[in-house]
């Protein structure tokens, strides 16, 4: 079945950095994009940053732009979000879901149907 | 930007009462909208897509209507896991976004 695991998230200090990773498994990860969704604490949903299916096509929303990367190691099954010059408003859940675009069939629909138990980020002094 | 706009914020329902809710896209969308269950600590989980179509495992108790800029979710007869915030997803343009959820309680 499928699995998405996100690590990586802690407790920060603003300006500094982490890594969060999404280990996926149970369906062929090279043939689908991937999202961040993030939560601030009791707050709604904010969609971050897409990935492609090929790694070559990336999208971020406005306020993460030049200091989020997303990427991708294939063969680690893994998309990980560097997040660096974190700012407090950076504080909240962090969601890895698959999109249901099916690159290799060309069928599905590009929405999250999958999402991993999220990894929190703490941005504090 | 597609700004998503979700009515009521929260709404108080008996079990076995139906429960309507309300999505609407500050422009049109086609039926590129998504409907998301979240309960308290869980991730988010897909109920509609479509507009109208059913994810795969979501009980029939759920549907969706609309397109353009108006859509409505639909649970007919609540059960006490359906208690819970629901979402609504534009995927119709970037950067996708949701609207402000709205919180289904027992009344």
């Known amino acids: 079945q499928v699995q998405l695991v996100e690590s990586g998230g802690g407790v920060v200090q603003p300006g500094n950095s982490l890594r969060l990773s999404c280990a996926a498994s149970?369906?062929?990860?090279?043939?689908?994009?991937f999202h961040w969704v993030r939560q601030a604490p009791g707050k709604g949903l904010e969609w971050v940053a897409v990935?492609?299916?090929?790694?070559?096509?990336?999208y971020y929303e406005d306020s993460v732009k030049g200091r989020f990367t997303i990427s991708r190691d294939d063969s680690k099954n893994t998309v990980y979000l560097e997040v660096d010059s974190l700012r407090p408003e950076d504080t909240a859940v962090y969601f890895c879901?698959?999109?249901?675009?099916?690159?290799?069939?060309?069928?599905?629909?590009?929405?999250?149907?999958?999402w991993g138990q999220g990894t929190p980020v703490t941005v504090s002094s | 930007e597609i700004v998503m706009t979700q009515s009521p914020a929260s709404l108080s329902v008996s079990p076995g009462e139906r429960a309507t809710l309300s999505c609407r896209a500050s422009?049109?969308?086609?039926?590129?909208l998504a409907w998301y269950q979240q309960k308290p600590g869980q991730a988010p989980r897909l109920l509609i897509y479509?507009?109208?179509n059913r994810a795969t495992g979501v009980p029939a108790r759920f549907s969706g209507s609309g397109s353009g800029t108006d859509f409505t979710l639909t649970i007919s007869s609540l059960q006490s896991e359906d208690f819970a915030v629901y979402y609504c997803?534009?995927?119709?343009?970037?950067?996708?976004?949701f609207g402000q959820g709205t919180k289904v309680e027992i009344k």
């Open positions: 422009q049109r969308i086609s039926s590129f």
């Open positions: 149970g369906f062929t990860f090279s043939s689908y994009a």
């Open positions: 990935i492609s299916y090929d790694g070559k096509n990336k």
């Open positions: 479509g507009a109208s």
């Open positions: 879901a698959k999109d249901g675009f099916d690159y290799d069939t060309l069928s599905g629909f590009p929405i999250f149907d999958f």
């Open positions: 997803q534009q995927y119709n343009n970037w950067p996708r976004t």
